[in-house]
């Protein structure tokens, strides 16, 4: 007999016998509530790993949209230096000198002060030199003809002056002193073409203080070095002898030169407006600026000619040899080099301690001593070396 196993049973039906599962419902109970269980569990991974995973991306989704749309309602805060221009906007001016009636130059000023009748402007020196004629234009496009108090060519400040009633707004003065470096600056001006860029606003930063340029004159000897400020605000010909100024609004330099070069961007320079004004006043008193003098004309190297003809010079013999210092070209007669004993074709190696490289950094040195003061000048001459003490005297009166 065949045997049946536990889970089925014998069906007789028509002679025939069928298979089938045995019907156990208690079996049936406990396999529904396994498969509940089972699926239960299912779930709850189903949602742990996709639902909740889904949600959270959704509610991050939604956070981000609200985030961007939070950013895009920012209101900007910084409303530009509009208020700071418009308080020093109507005290500027652009200059035009004319020599024997023709135009020579161009350049901008501004009213730094005023008096009774007048109101002063100061410029660069640059911009007025070599011209006999001056004019200025105001913002309300007024040009009125301007004189000329004076200048001073190695601090490159010069002073015009108008009438009162011609003035409009007059500046107020800032400490370049108290500024920092990083500090918001802004020029105005008229760069390139004064018919077309009058009254340019630039913007930028402090980038630098106390920065030693040498500025070059018509020739060699002539050059000097100037410490001035350093901005990245946009400086351009034309520039020159207009404000520099604070997120105040007030002028804390006169812009006068930049570097130019295909390599170079956003390097332009300001005279320390507490300078400039010492300097102009002291143009305006009438005196000049006033500075130590030797009665010396120099040169970086020594050229004797006395042995030459047709105006060729020879260099001096050991001039190869020398690497700083300047040598005499000539000595003024009762002046203080005479006085102490100076020579033509000493080689002037120090002033007190200080090396000197060449003319420029000699009169540099020099113009931080005061009239009346005692400095020794180490020299070279005939192979030895010597110490002359020079006292200085004024430049004022001088030739």
């Known amino acids: 007999m065949k045997e049946i196993k536990d889970a089925e049973y014998e069906e007789k039906y028509n002679g025939e016998v069928r298979r089938s599962y045995k019907r156990n419902h208690g079996d049936a109970v406990v396999s529904a509530f396994i498969t509940f269980v089972v699926c239960f569990v299912a779930f709850l991974v189903f949602k742990s790993l996709y639902l909740d995973n889904n949600v959270n991306n959704t509610d991050n989704n939604t956070n981000n949209q609200q985030t961007t749309k939070l950013e895009k309602s920012v209101t900007i805060t910084d409303s530009g230096i509009a208020d700071a221009v418009e308080k020093v906007y109507d005290s500027v001016v652009v200059i035009e000198t004319f020599n024997n009636d023709k135009a020579y130059a161009s350049g901008t000023g501004f009213v730094f002060k005023i008096d009774n009748n007048l109101g002063y402007i100061i410029t660069n020196h640059h911009v007025i030199a070599n011209a006999n004629k001056y004019k200025v234009t105001f913002t309300n496009n007024k040009t009125v003809e301007a004189k000329l108090v004076g200048s001073d060519e190695y601090s490159d400040i010069a002073v015009l002056t108008v009438s009162k009633s011609d003035v409009i707004s007059v500046c107020e003065i800032g400490s370049s002193g108290k500024m920092r470096v990083g500090d918001t600056t802004f020029a105005v001006g008229a760069p390139v073409d004064s ?205």
């Open 195 to 399: 018919s077309v860029y009058s009254w340019t606003v630039t913007r930028g930063i402090l980038s630098g203080k106390n920065r030693l340029v040498e500025v070059t004159g018509t020739n060699r000897n002539n050059s000097f070095i100037m410490e001035v400020l350093q901005t990245d605000a946009a400086i351009n010909s034309g520039n020159s002898g207009g404000p520099l100024c604070n997120a105040n609004g007030e002028v804390i330099g006169v812009t006068n030169m930049k570097l130019a070069s295909s390599q170079i961007e956003g390097m332009g320079f300001a005279i320390p407006i507490d300078d400039a004004v010492s300097y102009a006043d002291s143009i305006i008193s009438g005196k000049g600026v006033e500075r130590p003098y030797l009665g010396v004309s120099l040169s970086d190297y020594y050229m004797d000619n006395t042995n030459t003809g047709g105006g060729f010079f020879s260099f001096f013999n050991n001039f190869s040899n020398v690497k700083t210092g300047v040598f005499v070209q000539t000595v003024e007669k009762n002046g203080a080099a005479d006085k102490a004993g100076i020579q033509v074709g000493d080689n002037i190696k120090k002033i007190n301690n200080t090396d000197v490289e060449d003319v420029s950094h000699f009169k540099y040195e020099l113009y931080k001593y005061n009239i009346g003061e005692t400095i020794t000048l180490t020299v070279e001459r005939d192979g030895s070396t010597k110490e002359v003490k020079v006292v200085l005297e004024s430049n004022l009166g001088k030739k």
